[in-house]
């Protein structure tokens, strides 16, 4: 298992994204965690990288080690920024989850979000701008579902690792979920990892597609 070491390497800058900001390289290096063994992966700039596979073969626990919300070998790497270089807490904010499951810590929902967000984004999603004063606890599965990718953008991530992102929804609200994001991830230029079951979606939405089978990931031919 590796140390953390804390060094304070700035991200390496790239090229800029449609609103100037630079943008990164997600790589995975070696990565075990479970039965999964090894796993090499890098995912460019806006790219949308899917992973699929049996329940339980390891999809959210790779996410997870990714995230650096699980002990794991290897190590993965935003250019070449180690997610052992800084505390786990600020790797978390740049290479951020969004679980199936989401997690909230405040009543009110507006107490998660930034100051100003996006209300253009919650009308797309079929929210008014008083979903904010909403107390969490009202919340649909999914609303939650749909807030949480919200909250997600709305941090400015520098990689995005997407559970099952679409599971509580409807097919209408899929695809305008789906639509949004793929504007997002072009816009932003982050590069993302989406576990998904459903095929049709995964036609949609990916640049790659790998299955995990065993303790490897196999990349399925031609989605590339
Ligand atoms: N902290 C843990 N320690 C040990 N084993 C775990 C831990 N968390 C999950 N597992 C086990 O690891 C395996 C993979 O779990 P994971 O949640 O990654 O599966 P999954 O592919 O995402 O499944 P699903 O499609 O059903 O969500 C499962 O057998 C699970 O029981």
Same mark, same amino acid.
């Given at each position: 298992?590796?140390?953390?070491?804390?060094?304070?390497?700035?991200?390496?800058?790239?090229?800029?994204?449609?609103?100037?900001?630079?943008?990164?390289?997600?790589?995975?290096?070696?990565?075990?965690?479970?039965?999964?063994?090894?796993?090499?992966?890098? !995912?460019?700039?806006?790219?949308? !990288?899917?992973?699929?596979?049996?329940?339980?073969?390891?999809?959210?626990?790779?996410?997870?080690?990714?995230?650096?919300?699980?002990?794991?070998?290897?190590?993965?790497?935003?250019?070449? &920024?180690?997610?052992?270089?800084?505390?786990?807490?600020?790797?978390?904010?740049?290479?951020?989850? &969004?679980? +199936?499951?989401?997690?909230?810590?405040?009543?009110? &929902?507006?107490?998660?979000?930034?100051?100003?967000?996006?209300?253009?984004?919650?009308?797309?999603?079929?929210?008014?701008?008083? &979903?904010?004063?909403?107390? !969490?606890?009202?919340?649909?599965?999914?609303?939650?579902?749909?807030?949480?990718?919200?909250?997600?953008?709305?941090?400015?991530?520098?990689?995005?690792?997407?559970?099952?992102?679409?599971?509580?929804?409807?097919?209408?609200?899929?695809?305008?979920?789906? +639509?949004?994001?793929?504007?997002?991830?072009?816009?932003?230029?982050?590069? !993302?990892?989406?576990?998904?079951?459903?095929?049709?979606?995964?036609?949609?939405?990916?640049?790659?597609?790998?299955?995990?089978?065993?303790?490897?990931?196999?990349?399925?031919?031609?989605?590339?």
């Amino acid at each position: 298992m590796r140390k953390r070491i804390i060094t304070g390497i700035l991200a390496r800058k790239i090229r800029p994204n449609d609103s100037g900001a630079f943008v990164t390289t997600l790589k995975i290096e070696a990565l075990s965690i479970g039965a999964l063994a090894g796993v090499n992966l890098t !995912v460019r700039a806006g790219e949308v !990288v899917c992973i699929s596979g049996p329940s339980g073969s390891g999809k959210s626990r790779l996410l997870r080690a990714i995230a650096d919300l699980e002990p794991h070998d290897g190590c993965a790497y935003l250019d070449d &920024v180690s997610q052992l270089s800084m505390p786990a807490s600020h790797w978390r904010r740049q290479a951020m989850m &969004v679980p +199936a499951d989401s997690q909230w810590w405040f009543e009110s &929902v507006g107490e998660h979000f930034p100051e100003h967000c996006d209300l253009v984004a919650l009308e797309a999603f079929g929210f008014s701008n008083d &979903v904010m004063d909403w107390t !969490v606890d009202r919340l649909s599965s999914g609303e939650r579902q749909r807030l949480a990718l919200l909250r997600a953008m709305a941090r400015s991530p520098k990689a995005l690792l997407l559970d099952e992102p679409t599971a509580n929804l409807d097919e209408s609200m899929t695809r305008r979920v789906e +639509a949004w994001l793929k504007a997002e991830i072009h816009k932003s230029q982050v590069p !993302v990892i989406w576990v998904a079951h459903d095929h049709s979606q995964i036609e949609r939405v990916a640049d790659r597609h790998y299955v995990i089978a065993g303790t490897t990931l196999e990349q399925i031919d031609g989605s590339d």
